[in-house]
């Protein structure tokens, strides 16, 4: 008989904007308050009984020195027989990490595994080819590793290796969205967002970061409009539709998900709150990765057994505004039930945390709203989409 995956807590970090308040803070630092954040939510547990840490990062160049989860682990004062590897599948590194403990736990391989994901795109370092041969005659160039391609092979077709705004404004013009309804949806994002923390609802979910004076996500702007917003000029294409207000920023942050077997909660001692009950994974041409996660998630529902119709909350992680609009017209899902919390263009998307904060906002939702069936997305950068369906049992 297969075992079922719960997630039993789920915490973040406030997410910092670029160059601002996180931006003196390692990444292997974030991840362990991550941690030590969502072990605090499990005062009875015994650290030494969680079985492995699954934790994403889409940079590990830098400080995040390669395996962050095994950094992260050690600096949150767990014991060193504790087990951690860091899997990067860039923007969706995080979730893919909860996918995976979660088929850890059903494969019957660990009753507890601990989640997560970091990314400080503030600390990511710039990087310089190596040279073949020693003391080369040209100059040298160095790359910035926060975000998007770098050291492209030439054999990449140049279709495949535009710019993440680039392949977004093809989206925008092949489906029709205008810059009035991406604007629109980006005023809705930082409204919702700061009303959910002016409700209390990022209470529990947020842990603060110490010698930090951070008690919210940095880049929410209340009072958004989108007549505020059309004044911004387009970043991508002088003539195009997206602009810095419309597109998820550049952050710093980290999130944790604690998952366990239904068997794992008196060691856990606490009761879970949602159970994992489907996933999905879909590819297709890099520069359509802002449309994959709607593959993802009609794969995901099928293994779930459900259809949209049961659906009651989505966390769609808003890398743009215009493909979070394509997805939920692609779906045909009342987009009322979308990122009522807010999303990533007002609460930031420091890459590999997103992955986890969709998905803890989500377990949130149902539990608050009662609502049995949920979904988490989030499109990656070089055509991929992933998803989990929860089903509430708090």
């Known amino acids: 008989m297969t075992a079922h995956a719960f997630v039993y807590a789920a915490v973040r970090t406030p997410f910092g904007r670029f160059g601002g308040a996180l931006a003196d803070v390692r990444p292997d630092d974030l991840a362990a308050t991550a941690v030590t954040g969502v072990l605090a939510r499990a005062p009875g547990l015994d650290p030494g009984r969680i079985g492995d840490v699954v934790w994403g990062n889409a940079n590990g160049a830098g400080e995040d020195n390669r395996n962050v989860g095994r950094m992260a682990v050690l600096l949150a004062g767990l014991p060193p027989s504790v087990p951690a590897v860091t899997v990067n599948r860039l923007c969706g590194s995080s979730l893919d990490a909860a996918m995976t403990g979660s088929r850890t736990i059903e494969s019957g391989d660990a009753d507890i ?61 092949r489906y029709g969205i205008s810059r009035q309804r991406q604007d629109e949806f980006a005023a809705r994002s930082h409204n919702l967002a700061d009303a959910a923390w002016n409700d209390g609802f990022y209470d ?51 999130s944790a998900v604690l998952l366990g077997s239904e068997a794992a909660r008196d060691t856990i001692g606490l009761d879970p709150v949602a159970r994992v009950a489907g996933r999905g994974t879909f590819a297709l041409v890099p520069q359509d990765f802002g449309i994959a996660p709607v593959e993802a998630v009609n794969a995901a529902l099928a293994r779930a057994g459900i259809t949209w119709d049961d659906v009651a909350a989505v966390e769609l992680n808003e890398a743009f505004a215009v493909q979070s609009l394509a997805c939920v017209d692609l779906w045909k899902v009342d987009p009322q039930i979308v990122n009522t919390k807010g999303g990533a263009i007002a609460i930031g998307h420091p890459l590999g945390a997103s992955g986890g904060r969709v998905l803890g906002t989500l377990a949130h939702r149902l539990r608050e709203s009662g609502g049995r069936w949920g979904v988490a997305a989030i499109c990656i950068g070089v055509g991929q989409g992933l998803a989990v369906v929860l089903e509430n049992v708090g």
């Open 204 to 254: 529990d979910l947020v842990v603060p970061v110490d010698g930090v004076d951070l008690t919210r996500d940095e880049g929410i702007r209340p009072g958004s409009s989108a007549d505020k917003l059309a004044g911004l000029r387009p970043s991508f294409r002088p003539d195009g539709t997206i602009t810095a207000a419309n597109a998820s920023p550049l952050n710093d942050g980290a």
């Open 113 to 173: 595994v601990l989640t997560g994901g970091v990314e400080s795109m503030t600390r990511a370092p710039w990087v310089l080819p190596k040279p073949s041969r020693a003391y080369p005659a040209g100059n040298v160039t160095a790359v910035s590793t926060t975000l998007g391609w770098r050291l492209v092979n030439e054999r990449m077709p140049a279709e495949w290796t535009v710019s993440l705004g680039e392949a977004n404004e093809q989206l925008a013009d």
